[in-house]
T-cell receptor, first 115, second 114 residues
Framework: NAGVTQTPKFRVLKTGQSMTLLCAQD?????MYWYRQDPGMGLRLIHY???????AKGEVPDGYNVSRLKKQNFLLGLESAAPSQTSVYFC??????????????FGQGTRLTVV | QQPVQSPQAVILREGEDAVINCSSS?????VHWYRQKHGEAPVFLMI?????EQKGHDKISASFNEKKQQSSLYLTASQLSYSGTYFC???????????????FGQGTILTVHP
């Protein structure tokens, strides 16, 4: 049981380049999220999706785009990378339960450096 | 707004106890606790829902005081394996309207020495 898988695990980009981070989950979860983690800042929500074909902005969406064409996949795109986007990116998924919040399952993270 | 965790860091010897606090300026529906080891993904510990319940998991327990908008994580008789960064994540609405979105605190680094 793989859970949540992120690719790639590491990447170095030059300023202005673009890239896509892939997140795949095999738990049939409806909800998926992209967070970024910076030292001393905890995890901050970039974008999220509540089902196939839906996306919504989180706390820090600027400079990122997302797509969820298939239920199991959630893609995060950087159109023109900036050094401020140097971070560790985590994908997570969870399942909805009426009236409750449920645990999120996280991927192993992607360490992105923009030079 | 991000919840505030205290302390920022704590160092223990095996067998000692610790308390990590999480405070929010907003009304809370639930508080989630995660532990993250260096270079790894955050791992779920427990959820506390509105109602002031207290939960336990082995020697790790937590409480939720919704009136004070605070949660505390209690680590009893700490083990080396408890080392890591602990995050609280807060939700202001029930699952159906918050869609599981969490606002995380900045983290508390816990180090347990032999």
């Amino acid at each position: 049981n793989a859970g949540v898988t992120q690719t790639p695990k590491f990447r170095v980009l030059k300023t202005g380049q673009s890239m896509t981070l892939l997140c795949a989950q095999d738990m049939n979860h409806e909800y998926m999220y992209w967070y970024r983690q910076d030292p001393g800042m905890g995890l901050r929500l970039i974008h999220y999706s509540v089902g196939e074909g839906t996306t919504a902005k989180g706390e820090v969406p600027d400079g990122y785009n997302v797509s969820r064409l298939k239920k199991q996949n959630f893609l995060l795109g950087l159109e023109s990378a900036a050094p401020s986007q140097t971070s560790v990116y985590f994908c997570a998924s969870s399942y909805p339960r009426t009236g409750q919040n449920t645990e999120a399952f996280f991927g192993q993270g992607t360490r992105l450096t923009v030079v | 707004q991000q919840p505030v965790q205290s302390p920022q860091a704590v160092i223990l010897r095996e067998g000692e106890d610790a308390v990590i606090n999480c405070s929010s300026s907003k009304a809370l529906y639930s508080v989630h606790w995660y532990r993250q080891k260096h270079g790894e993904a955050p791992v779920f510990l427990m959820i506390l829902l509105k109602g002031g319940e207290q939960k336990g998991h082995d020697k790790i327990s937590a409480s939720f005081n919704e009136k004070k908008q605070q949660s505390s994580l209690y680590l009893t008789a700490s083990q080396l394996s408890y080392s890591g960064t602990y995050f609280c994540g807060t939700a202001n609405n029930a699952g159906g309207t918050s869609y599981g979105k969490l606002t995380f605190g900045q983290g508390t680094i816990l180090t347990v020495h032999p």
